[in-house]
């Protein structure tokens, strides 16, 4: 009888231990289903309005696009740049900037499928770009700035672009990357206009930490840490990069600057993206109101 009932517990532990099996390996399949083919052109356009002070009412709402990582290499198809070029435009920006890491370490791109797709994207203002670590990694950086000439896209290593309207001034500082570039936060401060708002463009968003503590800038956008890429609902991401550990994502404001990291457009490392969908933002700048 023992024997009996014991034979009748083995036969019901593997019967649930092949439907947990089962359950386990569909779920597994839907996650990576999910991750690697829906997610990555599951483009989210995120609205963000921004009141700046001391921001002139000749550029009340005016309209920025970042775009960031977008990881030039097999893990970006032509047909998904093309949709990302055409919802950037049907934004209808000001300015569009883009944040870093146009191309990746360790894979080629085609210069002049880049440069057809990148010379479509449309500003009233100008296209503004800054480096990232992997597009120094790369070791096609030379390609690169031409791929960035040729697509009329402003490369701000370490320059500053003004924009006027009338007698008023919006400044575009960027700052070649902090870490694995050359970077020359003096020299930009030295060329920004006087009594005018700048933004700062930077590939890593932990750099706020030493650009707030200038009082320059109103505004930092950043990318860099594709908002961990893969996470797990509720919890922090597992693995962050060097320079983009503590403000991995979204709004932060650091002494009197504001800090936006955006979350990308492009992977590296595994080809999949979970809960940390790709992004464009748009950003719609107020001037204080009016006394």
């Not at 950037?88 to 883009?98: L, S």
């Amino acid at each position: 009888m023992l024997a009996k009932h014991y034979f009748s517990l083995i036969k019901t532990v593997r019967r649930w231990v092949g439907k947990f099996t089962i359950i386990a390996i569909t779920l597994l399949t839907c996650c990576y289903i999910y991750s690697s083919k829906i997610e990555p052109n599951w483009i989210e356009v995120v609205s963000i309005e921004l009141t700046i002070p001391n921001l002139s009412i000749a550029f009340n709402e005016f309209k920025i696009v970042q775009i960031s990582d977008l990881h030039a290499s097999r893990f970006m198809p032509e047909k998904r740049l093309e949709r990302i070029i055409k919802l950037v435009n049907q934004q209808r920006p000001d300015a569009i900037a883009i944040t870093g890491d146009i191309i990746t370490k360790g894979s080629r791109f085609d210069s002049q499928k880049l440069i057809q797709e990148l010379s479509k994207l449309r500003s009233r203002t100008g296209t503004l770009a800054v480096l990232g670590n992997h597009d120094h990694w790369a070791k096609q950086l030379n390609e690169l700035k031409q791929v960035l000439a040729s697509s009329k896209i402003n490369n701000l290593d370490n320059q500053v672009y003004e924009i006027e309207r009338g007698s008023n001034k919006l400044a575009f500082a960027g700052i070649d990357d902090p870490y694995w570039g050359r970077p020359d936060l003096e020299q930009v401060i030295a060329q920004l206009p006087d009594n005018s708002v700048a933004i700062l463009l930077v590939h890593e968003p932990d750099y706020i930490e030493k650009a707030a503590k200038t009082h320059k800038f109103a505004l930092q956008l950043s990318g860099h840490s594709h908002g961990g890429q893969i996470r797990i609902p509720f919890l922090d991401p597992l693995v962050l990069p060097y320079g983009g550990k503590k403000y991995f994502i979204g709004l932060s404001k650091v002494e009197d600057t504001i800090e936006y990291t955006n979350r990308g457009l492009g992977m590296t490392g595994l080809p999949l993206r979970f809960n940390s969908r790709p992004e464009i933002t748009v950003f719609t700048l107020h001037a204080p109101a009016q006394a």
